[in-house]
T-cell receptor, first 110, second 115 residues
């Protein structure tokens, strides 16, 4: 069964800290892996998309890595800001289907 | 609008009632997806369309759930004889083309509460 697990479930940090969110998946036959952001009552916004042949992607203060062999991905957020507070979802692409983790709820305190 | 539009945004249905949820994808997007998100969980795949063809409906939880996209644009997710466990946010998403490298855009969801 294709399962995606995210750790931690929730995280609270002071503004300015660097932080790492973790994602693991059981089926390594992936097409891609995406990280999304979800604000309360809103849809999902794609942050980074890593193809199965890639090791990492960067966008601004965000960096995502992918290790297919170990079934892991990390999302690194540098110099966190209160505006980064949201739920972060890891989604693994298998063909045209995404399998999501339950998310990490991030709170950045000012 | 420029994004994926869903309606209604909020729906309260009595148990046993039928509901229809509408999705307007981004214009020109070939691929359309429906996901179900329960409170505190990640979205779960329901079904996928490429133009008007429903290529994967493996995630539909029962035969009470039906989706269509007759002209390859707007899609409707219909739930018959709603039950309390159907209460969730139903998310629609679209992407420009098929294949794994395309960014997927989500709507804000239709929040269904069955009482």
């Amino acid at each position: 069964k294709q399962e995606v697990t995210q750790i931690p479930a929730a995280l609270s940090v002071p503004e300015g800290e660097n932080l790492v969110l973790n994602c693991s998946f059981t089926d390594s036959a992936i097409y891609n892996l995406q990280w999304f952001r979800q604000d309360p009552g809103k849809g999902l916004t794609s942050l980074l998309l890593i193809q199965s042949s890639q090791r990492e992607q960067t966008s601004g203060r965000l960096n995502a890595s992918l290790d297919k062999s170990s079934g892991r991905s990390t999302l690194y957020i540098a110099a966190s800001q209160p505006g980064d507070s949201a739920t972060y979802l890891c989604a693994v692409g298998y063909g045209n289907k995404l399998v999501f983790g339950a998310g990490t709820i991030l709170r950045v305190k000012s | 609008g420029a994004g994926v539009s869903q309606s209604p945004r909020y729906k309260v249905a009595k148990r046993g009632q039928d509901v229809a949820l509408r999705c307007d994808p981004i214009s020109g997007h070939v691929s359309l997806f429906w996901y179900q998100q329960a409170l505190g969980q990640g979205p779960e795949f329901l079904t996928y369309f490429q133009n008007e063809a429903q290529l994967d409906k493996s995630g539909l939880p029962s035969d009470r759930f039906f989706a269509e996209r007759p002209e390859g644009s707007v899609s409707t997710l219909k739930i018959q004889r709603t039950q309390q466990e159907d209460s969730a946010v139903y998310l629609c998403a679209s992407s420009l083309a098929t294949g794994s490298g395309n960014t997927i855009y989500f709507g804000e969801g239709s929040w269904l509460t069955v009482v």
